[in-house]
């Protein structure tokens, strides 16, 4: 009965503080990943997704496709990498700026076909700074870098960087 009515309550406690009609938006990006900083992969497409849960403070939903390639015997081979983020942005919006740090979760997928284990699976905390730039009513262009503290394969602990860049659309009109 307890969490029946836990399940009932606190919905109802989140939807009487949470905003109305709170701000998304949508980021969209490429950029450079320094995984376990032995391997550079191309991130070439990072997607997010950003819904303001109150004024400065927005849930994070996102995930990234990189991929890297070398030579092998002379045909060329690719590993993968696909990241995604679970996490919460600290937004200091200022004009025509907005300075964020975001904290959170990141699980990663690495796919390497020509290694005896194809499939690796890491998890683990990150941390990232990113400025946001608007340059249109329903448009930010951003820049952003994330550290990653994974701990799964041979090493157990891993670090690695990423650096991006990408468009921020908005689903809401900015308005000074």
Known sequence: MGIILIALVLPAMGAAVAPVAAQSSLSAGMGVHFFQYDTTYLTVMNATYLHE?????ELNIGGEFAIHT????????????????????????RHPATFVFGTGLTPVFAINPDDDRDFRFFMGPYAKAEVRLRVHPIMSWFVSAQQDLLVGGDDWISTGTRLATGINFSFEPYTP
């Open 53 to 57: 849960l109150t004024r400065g403070l």
């Open 70 to 93: 070398y030579d092998d015997e002379g045909s060329t081979e690719a590993r993968f990498l696909i990241p995604a983020n679970v996490g919460l942005n600290f937004s200091f919006p």
